[in-house]
């Protein structure tokens, strides 16, 4: 490399290999543009990775799995695609702003509430504490509050104060903040008023006495307690890799925390101070020297240039207990090791008792554990500035030396933020789920949560309506039918395909695998497109499913395929790519405790059906069946046991139907209710096809679930169609038959005419005027059919 690199452009691209490199461009944040991808290792087969992992001091909600299913599906691409050895290291933050004040605050209201734990009731000395708290809270985070507000007076004036906010319902970071202290503020209030069980009492207040607690009594934590800190995080780091397992992440290969790396944040800093780019202050902090950094020939802010001077964003990358006043020499110059301030976790240092500054750990852990170039550095978009700009420059102060400027990494790649309705997902907006209580109900799974990532491209937001979802659970859909299909047939050979040779259409269907296989080569080079492979393998399915007596063996070819390519992007987590003969993913079975007593289930149903299609029904062969109908296995559970009550019921309901001699129609409506009713309340569908094929024994899955509810949407609205149409009519007949009873002498009887003949037809108007001819034509019309209607009526009422 050239001594001075500021003849050097930007951009240093790795130097060519002589090995072959697939044809892979990645969309590097450093260029902004789609790079050729050059591993440093001279074999062309290592990667190092190293990526931003999470900030453990609560559970990790759907924008970090947006984040981290994303970054992993690209890790098995390079891993199982390309081929690549990938060292993948990740970080947890287990120490930063966020954390100790999380940490202490949750302390600090332990020991509070254990103080009172022997009270039997709320006592007046919490009441008074609360009270307080609730009064700071309210002073501090709505500024608009009169100071005289009061629990009792609190909502009234909350209304009076922020009434065109809350009637505002435009969604912005101000309006959901401003919701949220009030909410907090409203329950404390409520509690206040009405204190209930002690319990009961603090579920209510807990957020109001956080900040109260710790404005009292923080700054009296021993700094060498770190325990205090290390619990909170080590507790919400298992619980994030919980989340990862469920979500079919894998996990790094090695994992790096901060206050396992504190001596090397010391060195790190030290040597950066030394070669002439950071500086102690009198409070022993150290701080990085843009200046300085700059003057030597590097370049600060090459990610978001535009965002150098946002005293926003530097400010919260200098973290929430670094606000006030600092001894550093510019605004934007940041904090490499932080003076530690009273109630703040420390460590020793050169200059002074203190703790790393949040861009600095990654510098020092990736350094330690890759070395002084990596390939790829990853994270959430919302990363690129200020803590990866400051990363790199960090790292580059500290490997370069005055005659080689080294460039720390090659390729940044950033994750697209979930939004929900156009913000970023936060726990202060309060406007986040987290990822247990997604995939604990009906709505996800890990693999519909992967498959929404998969359909859009992963540098991009995401923003998940109704209309994505829908997306989702009509492509799992479609390769869940897909599957089930190409597995019964690898394993029950159609008779009607049996010895079949490839025909035209196997031909044309073989061609569209081999372009469908480029296609995927092409979308996963250009920077890992997953978008335009699922629309790939979404089109491949879809031609095979019209496409008509194809061969077994073409379909089967195609199910392993698309298999395989599944399995790359993580969609099943028992995927085996070791098997190329594997077709399918998981879920695609019925559980185990239901096998022997569904397929007997089945296959009777089957059987009753032929029978009761059949010209002439043999009943007593059909009680007959019922008796035949065994279980598979001999062992019962209570896990089996709805499916044991499913098969005796539907035994004993045909064996009865058998000795009544019922119709075909009772047969067959019997065979519908065991598919639509019994076995849809356990999970599983009966998929009847044409004979001599069986039904198809299949779990339910979304796409069945969603079908039915428009099937059921659309009946009830023609239901509802009907029975308005029903009452319009009988409300025209009730009308006609009022109107009936009208005698048509009196009819044109109103304030409208002045005179009529002797049948009641008007011949003058109520301004004196002679009805013209026209007008009185009109009126014989109507006198007539009224005159009809009325005679008719007087019949009906004669009979009657």
Known sequence: MASDSRKQPRWIAPQAHDVELPKLKIYNSLTRTKDDFIPLDPAGKTVTWYACGPTVYEDAHL????????????RR?????????????????????????????????????????????????VL??????????????????????????????????????LQNQSVTVDNLLLRAHIGTAQLAAEALQAPGTAPEFFAKTDDVLLPYLDALHGASIDSNNHDIYLDLSQKFERRFFEDMTALNVLPPDQLTRVTEYVTQVVLFVGKIVANGFGYATADGSVYFDIDAFEKAGHTYCRLEPWNKNDAALLADGEGSLSKGTSMKRSPNHFALWKASKPGEP???????????????????????????????????????????????????AYWSTPDCHVQWANYFIHMGQLRIRGLKM???????????????????????????????????????????????????????????????????LRPDAEGQDVGVADQQLLKSLEKAK???????????????????????????????????????????????????????????????????????????EAKPYIYPASQLRDK???????????????????????VAASTSTDTSEPYSLVLQQFRTNVKGLGVKKASAKDLLALCDQLRDVHLWNVGIYLEDRNSPLPALVRPLDRSL????????????????????????????????????????????????????????????????????????????????????????WLVMQKTA
């Open 346 to 396: 420390a460590w020793d240092s050169p200059w002074g008792r203190g703790r790393p500054g949040w861009h600095i750990e990654c510098s020092a852990m990736a350094s330690e554990v890759i070395g002084k170039t990596m390939d790829l550095h990853s994270g959430g978009v919302d990363l690129r500035f200020p803590h990866h700009d400051n990363e790199l420059a960090q790292s580059e």
């Open 426 to 492: 936060s726990k202060s907006l309060k406007n986040y789920t987290t990822i247990r209580s997604v995939l604990s109900g009906k709505d996800w799974t890990s693999r519909s949560l992967r498959i929404c990532f998969l359909l859009m491209p992963w540098q991009d937001g995401i923003e998940v309506t109704d209309e994505l979802m829908k997306a989702v659970v009509g492509w799992e859909g479609k390769l869940n039918n897909f599957f089930l299909k190409s597995l019964d047939l690898s394993k029950h």
């Open 63 to 74: 924008g970090h799995a947006k984040n981290y299913v994303s970054t992993d599906i690209i």
């Open 608 to 630: 009753v059906r032929t029978l009761a299609i059949g010209s002439a029904i043999d009943h007593e062969a059909i009680a007959k069946l019922a008796d035949e109908a065994t």
């Open 705 to 792: 679930i969603e079908a039915r509810k428009e099937q059921e949407s659309v009946a009830t609205a023609k239901a509802m169609a009907k029975l308005e149409l029903e009452a319009k009519e009988a409300e025209k007949e009730r009308e006609l038959r009022e109107r009936a009873k009208i005698d048509p002498l009196v009819m044109f009887k109103t304030a409208e005419y002045a005179e009529w003949d002797d049948s009641g037809i008007p011949t003058v108007d109520a301004k004196g005027d002679v009805v013209s001819k026209n007008r009185r034509k009109k009126l014989v019309k109507e006198w007539e059919k009224q005159k009809k209607l009325h005679d008719e």
């Open 128 to 165: 008074a504490e609360v009270k307080a708290a609730f009064l700071q809270y309210v002073g501090k985070n709505l500024p608009s509050l009169s100071g005289n507000t009061s629990p009792e007076t609190f909502s009234e004036e909350v209304h009076k104060a922020y009434k065109e906010t």
């Open 77 to 125: 691409i390079m891993r199982d695609y390309f081929g690549f050895n990938v060292k993948f290291v990740m970080n947890t933050t287990d120490i930063d702003d966020k954390i100790i004040l999380q940490a202490r605050r949750q302390y600090l209201l332990a020991r509070f509430k254990q103080e009172h734990a022997e009270e039997e009731a709320v006592s007046d000395t």
């Open 518 to 592: 480029a296609d995927v080569d092409a979308a996963l080079c250009d920077s890992f497109n997953t978008s335009a492979v699922m629309r790939t393998l979404s089109d491949l399915v879809t031609e095979a499913n019209s496409a008509e007596k194809l061969a077994n063996d073409t379909i089967i070819s195609l199910a392993r395929w698309v298999t395989r390519i599944v399995t790359i992007f993580g969609l099943d987590p028992e995927g085996d790519l070791s098997n190329p003969e594997r077709i399918g993913w998981s879920g695609l079975d019925i559980p185990g």
